[in-house]
């Protein structure tokens, strides 16, 4: 709703977290529509762990302190039919 009001068109990209490393990775191994890249800005949809990819060689502190958690996944939404994407993506937080 906030995007709708505050955009009107372009890509998004998208951060939340989840519980820990363990979990983000069981997310990320469960989607099946994403594609599991460091890249952002692709025509298709992505799916990132940035503690151990993007952010991969800072230390745990840095990481921290720039709100890089273990738990974080960041989505680069591309251009698939959102409820696919929302399907994908319930579907591998509910393994």
């Known amino acids: 709703e906030l995007i709708r009001k505050q955009q009107n ?3 998004i990209v998208i951060g939340f977290e989840v519980a820990d490393q363990e979990t983000a990775w069981k997310v990320v191994d469960g ?3 994403f594609s599991r890249t460091a890249n952002l800005g692709d025509v298709r949809s992505t799916i990132t762990h940035p503690w ?4 991969g ?4 502190e840095e990481k921290l302190a720039a709100n890089i958690r273990p738990g974080l996944i960041r989505l680069s939404v ?3 039919h959102i409820d696919d ?6 579907q ?3 393994k």
Not at 57 to 60: I, L, S
């Open 31 to 33: 989607v099946e529509l």
């Open 9 to 11: 068109g372009g890509g």
């Open 78 to 80: 591309g251009l698939e």
């Open 57 to 60: 060689r800072m230390q745990p």
């Open 85 to 90: 994407l929302i399907d994908d993506l319930q």
């Open 92 to 94: 591998a937080l509910n």
């Open 52 to 55: 151990t990819t993007t952010h």
